[in-house]
């Protein structure tokens, strides 16, 4: 089993619509999550964090459930610029001064008019 | 200031030979990562540096692969007697050294090894 875990998608979807992704991750031990956006042949951007309270951005709100091991990001009024490939990621650990961070394989978005 | 620098941006070479790759963090940054973006896979980590330790290489997937890191700065990470399966795209990161601060990811380097 992978250690994050998304619908590759692609989600297609019009201008307008609220589009939602949902993410699971296995290591309990995880101490901070992020939603990254990667572009066509770029490096991924961070988009925001996560948090058990709910984080808003805008059109853009993450939701974290310890319990489950869930992350969740929902995308409201999309627009064209919204399409890209969205990458759940987790971070555990690596020394008190580092972590590293999983990656999920990504869910992939396409705006369409 | 100036983000995550890569060098070179693409590298085409022959299997069998030694490459060499380039990560210039963003200065202050005293974290360094190093990861890998295979076709249609996740990214994968490699392995980071603390200034100019790397505390943890497991990541490195085999022992072809090494890194270095000198004056708490520049990082390079060589491949040597590359193979095919090397083909990817490795991508370097930087943070401040706090378990919780955000990494930073340069363009990458695209290497294809023929």
């Known amino acids: 089993r992978k250690e994050v875990e998304q619908d590759p998608g692609p989600f297609n979807v019009p201008e307008g619509a609220t589009v939602a992704f949902n993410c699971t991750y296995s290591?309990?031990?995880?101490?901070?999550f992020f939603w990254y956006r990667q572009d066509c042949r770029k490096e991924p951007k961070l988009l925001m964090s996560?948090?058990?309270s709910g984080n808003e951005d805008g059109r853009f709100t993450a939701q974290l459930n310890r319990a489950s091991q869930y992350i969740s990001l929902l995308i409201r009024d999309s627009k064209l610029s919204d399409s890209a490939t969205y990458l759940c990621?987790?971070?555990?650990?690596?020394?008190?001064?580092?972590?590293?961070?999983?990656f999920g394989t990504g869910t992939r978005l396409q705006v369409t008019l | 200031g100036a983000g995550v620098s890569q060098s070179p941006s693409n590298k085409v070479t022959e299997k069998g030979k030694d490459v060499e790759l380039r990560c210039d963090p963003i200065?202050?940054?005293?974290?360094l990562y190093w990861y890998r973006q295979s076709l249609g896979q996740g990214l994968e980590f490699l392995i980071y540096?603390?200034?100019?330790?790397?505390?943890?290489k497991s990541g490195l997937p085999s022992d072809r692969f090494s890194a270095e890191r000198t004056g708490g700065s520049v990082s390079t990470l060589t491949i040597q007697r590359t193979q095919q399966e090397d083909s990817a795209v490795y991508l370097c990161?930087?943070?401040?050294?706090?378990?919780?601060?955000?990494?930073?990811f340069g363009a990458g380097t695209r290497l294809s090894v023929l």
């Open positions: 990161a930087s943070s401040l050294g706090q378990v919780k601060n955000i990494q930073y």
């Open positions: 290591n309990s031990a995880s101490q901070s």
């Open positions: 996560v948090y058990s």
């Open positions: 990621v987790v971070t555990s650990e690596l020394t008190g001064t580092a972590s590293k961070l999983t």
């Open positions: 200065s202050g940054h005293t974290a």
């Open positions: 540096f603390q200034g100019n330790s790397a505390p943890d």
